[in-house]
């Protein structure tokens, strides 16, 4: 069974760092593309990250770019992602999620399993 | 960017009642459209891919349809377990964006 559990996240101050942390079980972890997407309180999912595979490629959400880093640990079945000079637009719900295709690429992103979810909330 | 419009933002319906859900893309994107399922406090479920493809162990009343830039989801009989919101998703183009979402209630 493909399990993903989520560590990390809580209470930031404007300007602060976290990392999130996204442990993934029951699957070859290195042979899937894997993506981060966030939920604003009341709002629709937004992609956040995304890697492929063997961490060779990423890309990012522009209003993410040049602040958070996505990376991934395939001896340690482990997805992160870093969050850098936080903002208060940043406050929602991060989710992990594992793309369908086990091709490993970082394109047409279709998430067929989803961690638990972990609240980052930024106060100015 | 490519936008996703989904229309209506919410509906109210019975048990039993076919529902239908649009969504409109801004650019053509092929069949590169997604649907999720989502309840509060949960992660999003994905119900179709490539817009009419049904992921596994999803029930059959879920149907999606369309290319280009429009595209469907309809429920042929609502069940109670289907009261959540739904989103589109293109997974066409960076950034990979959702549509608003469509809530269905009672």
């Known amino acids: 069974e493909v399990q993903l559990v989520q560590s990390g996240g809580g209470l930031v101050q404007t300007g602060g760092s976290l990392r999130l942390s996204c442990a993934a079980s029951g699957f070859t972890f290195r042979g899937y593309g894997m993506s981060w997407v966030r939920q604003a309180p009341g709002k629709a999912p937004e992609w956040v990250a995304i890697i492929s595979g063997s961490g060779r490629s990423t890309y990012y959400a522009d209003s993410v770019k040049g602040r958070f880093v996505i990376s991934r640990d395939n001896v340690k079945n482990t997805l992160y992602l870093q969050l850098n000079t936080l903002r208060v637009d940043d406050t929602a719900v991060y989710y992990c999620?594992?793309?369908?295709?086990?091709?490993?690429?970082?394109?047409?992103?279709?998430?067929?399993?989803w961690g638990q979810g972990t609240l980052v909330a930024v106060s100015s | 960017d490519i936008q996703m419009t989904q229309s209506p933002s919410s509906l109210s319906a019975s048990v039993g009642d076919r529902v239908s859900i649009t969504c409109r893309a801004s650019?053509?994107?092929?069949?590169?459209l997604n649907w999720y399922q989502q309840k509060p406090g949960k992660p999003p479920r994905l119900l179709i891919y490539?817009?009419?493809s049904l992921q596994g162990r999803v029930p059959s009343r879920f149907r999606g349809s369309g290319s280009g830039t429009d595209f469907t989801l309809t429920i042929s009989s609502l069940q109670p377990d289907d009261f959540a919101t739904y989103y589109c998703?293109?997974?066409?183009?960076?950034?990979?964006?959702f549509g608003p979402g469509t809530k269905v209630d009672i």
């Open positions: 999620a594992k793309d369908t295709s086990p091709t490993g690429a970082d394109d047409d992103p279709v998430w067929d399993s």
């Open positions: 998703h293109q997974s066409h183009t960076l950034p990979y964006n």
């Open positions: 490539a817009a009419s």
């Open positions: 650019e053509r994107i092929g069949k590169y």
